[in-house]
T-cell receptor
């Protein structure tokens, strides 16, 4: 299957700082990537759909000014958690779909964010 | 609103037995269905995709789809302790880059 890489795999930061997470499709081009968040023992929650060259589409209840998404190229999308607070501590996972494959979505390794 | 429903479990199965995981969905236009496995603290890993009614087999895994009943299942034969994980069912209408709708997952434990 296609490979999606995420960095960093874990990050600890102080409250009020901003954190950037990168998501790369290593062996394919992805015009669309998806960002999920997962709290302990809960299911995946879609935060936003990242579209190459255009604005991201955010799910209801997700603050677009707090979770900045940039999809500047066909292989890279970034999620920036701005002014992070302890309640933003979570497991953030990106995913991408290879063009032409019927819906199969491949996930990055995930980034565990802890805000102190 | 589209929904994908799974029994949250936990489902306990003896080693070597068949584990059966079930999923129902509400949207009749759904065309593509997927099973993901997620180990604790890790991201989901694609196990199977199925698009047509009937069975699809891949090694010890068999996915079954019944669009008339809006039901998709995953069978794991000869269950191993390493199969212990949460299994997520997902669906999407086959319109290119539509987002996937995930179920809440079923936690499976294989008992040695």
């Amino acid at each position: 299957g296609a490979v999606v890489s995420q960095h960093p795999s874990w990050v600890i930061c102080k409250s009020g700082t901003s954190v950037k997470i990168e998501c790369r499709s290593l062996d394919f081009q992805a015009t669309t990537m998806f960002w999920y968040r997962q709290f302990p023992k809960q299911s995946l929650m879609l935060m936003a759909t990242s579209n190459e060259g255009s604005k991201a589409t955010y799910e209801q209840g997700v603050e677009k000014d707090k979770f900045l998404i940039n999809h500047a190229s066909l292989t890279l999308s970034t999620l920036t958690v701005t002014s992070a607070h302890p309640e933003d501590s979570s497991f953030y996972i990106c995913s991408a779909r290879e063009e032409g494959l019927a819906g199969e979505l491949f996930f990055g390794e995930g980034s565990r964010l802890t805000v102190l | 609103q589209k929904e994908v429903e799974q029994n949250s479990g936990p489902l306990s199965v003896p080693e070597g037995a068949i584990a059966s995981l079930n999923c129902t969905y509400s949207d009749r236009v759904s065309q593509s269905f997927f099973w993901y496995r997620q180990y604790s603290g890790k991201s989901p890993e694609l196990i199977m995709s199925i698009y047509s009614n009937g069975d699809k087999e891949d090694g010890r895994f068999t996915a079954q789809l019944n669009k008339a009943s809006q039901y998709v299942s995953l069978l794991i034969r000869d269950s191993q302790p390493s199969d212990s994980a949460t299994y997520l069912c997902a669906e999407t209408p086959f319109f290119g880059n539509e987002k996937l709708t995930f179920g809440t997952g079923t936690r499976l434990t294989i008992i040695p």
